[in-house]
């Protein structure tokens, strides 16, 4: 995982456990005197759930991790989780005699298969010693902050394909496609739908014969160009003009000389040679497929810098 997404996850987890350490804290210290009295602790859980705006379950373990209350939820108790013994769940590992409070790493639940978190807090007797534990459930597409969207970083990535593929890579060659007779008319195309019709991502197919490209005017559709649109000027009537995009970060200019070192890397060699390629010229980045089924990401600027001889030598 990247570093800058392991940062992004850590603040919004750091959100999270503000949000959270101080109710969890104050509720487990109100059961420390009721931990024999299972009534009054599901009536404080359901005191305590309507102040607790995001979570979906309340619940209270007794000191060897087996459930002692139901799950208190918005539509009231669920006794199906009474006496469950939650000691092999992850969110109970690595927390006695550690810390009081614990936010578990995000999982799939069980029950309903969807991406949760659970707060533990540890509850505790007058004189300090373990008596059980306060667990919260959450469902992360509830929470706050979590709709703060992560922003692709534009560092070279590379990443390796079928090892079957790879070992017989030297076995296989490239067969010529429709695409590579009528390359320069196909690259001509795609060129003129970037810079003057509003395409913002285009993917050339060359082993496959098509395209696939997505417009500025209608980003959540992409449309398949087969080979008879690839090579027919006509298709440009389809899509209305329109300035280029004022979102991108590749200049307009920049792109014929992409399109050409594409092109570079379909023919240079005979056994490593591009399967397919895309640009997307607003967050710069290219997506390199090869006939070693090894694929690389990487930002527009150092693509050009890069010889075609710098592929067939990276060919995992």
Sequence with gaps: ??????????????????????????????????????????????????????????YVLDANTVQLTANITRGGRDMSQLDRD???????????????????????????????????????????????????????????????????TSVWQQMRGDPSIRQGLFSQQRVESMIDRNIDDVMALMQELMQEHGVFHGKLHFSSNRATIWLEADPYNYR??????????????????????????????KIPEIFEQLKLLRFTDENIYLRSGSLNVCNGLLGLNFSCDGSHYIYYTEFLDKESKFWVEQRD
Excluded: W
């Design 1 to 58: 995982m990247l570093e800058l997404l392991k940062e992004k996850i850590a603040t919004q987890r750091e959100l999270l456990q503000e949000l959270l350490l101080t109710s969890m804290k104050n509720t487990s210290e109100r059961m420390s005197m009721i931990m024999n009295n299972r009534d009054a602790l599901e009536m404080l859980l359901l005191d305590e759930l309507a102040n607790m705006l995001y979570c979906k379950h309340l």
């Design 86 to 152: 939650r000691s092999d769940r992850v969110y109970m590992q690595g927390i006695a005699g550690v810390t009081d409070f614990k936010l578990s790493d995000a999982y799939i639940s069980k029950n309903k298969k969807r991406p949760s978190l659970t707060a533990v807090h540890v509850i505790k007797n007058a004189a300090g010693e373990l008596t059980g534990y306060l667990g919260a459930d959450y469902d992360i597409r509830e929470l706050p902050h979590t709709e703060l969207l992560y922003k692709q």
């Design 224 to 253: 398949l160009l087969s080979m008879d649109e690839l090579i027919n000027p006509d298709i440009c009537l389809a899509y209305p003009r329109q300035s280029y995009t004022d979102k991108a970060v590749v200049p307009a200019d």
